[in-house]
Nanobody
Framework: QVQLVESGGGLVQAGGSLRLSCAASGRTFSSYAMGWFRQAAGKEREFVAA????????NYADSVKGRFTISRDNAKNTVYLRMYSLKPEDTAVYYC????WGSGSDLVYEYDYWGQGTQVTVSS
């Protein structure tokens, strides 16, 4: 079992930045990959970024590449999403998720555990 708790969301102006955190507990954190997804109102949940168990590999959605950075601190059981140059279209509920079988997929159904989400709102 893995429990995930996100934090760090909020309201920010376009062009601003935020850092999301996701604290994990339960199964050994360094044994599984992690991902960030987001879901805007009325839309399906979409992939944002993922990182391997070691932190050595990361991948991003094209829409955030160059603006967002995913990282993890296995000593603190935490994964981060640093978001820069935020746009109104980044407004969504952001979820962290654990991929306990793979290496950090971009597919929603490959993630086993999910946090409750944190709201990010970017004003124009």
């Amino acid at each position: 079992q893995v429990q995930l708790v996100e934090s760090g969301g909020g309201l920010v102006q376009a062009g601003g930045s935020l850092r999301l955190s996701c604290a994990a507990s339960g199964r050994t954190f360094s044994s599984y990959a992690m991902g960030w997804f987001r879901q805007a109102a009325g839309k399906e949940r979409e992939f944002v970024a993922a990182i391997s168990w070691s932190g050595g590999n990361a991948n991003y959605a094209d829409s955030v590449k160059g603006r967002f950075t995913i990282s993890r601190d296995n000593a603190k059981n935490t994964v981060y999403l640093r978001m820069y140059s935020l746009k109104p279209e980044d407004t969504a509920v952001y979820y962290c998720a654990a991929d306990t079988w793979g290496s950090g997929s971009d597919l929603v159904y490959e993630y086993d555990y999910w946090g409750q989400g944190t709201q990010v709102t970017v004003s124009s």
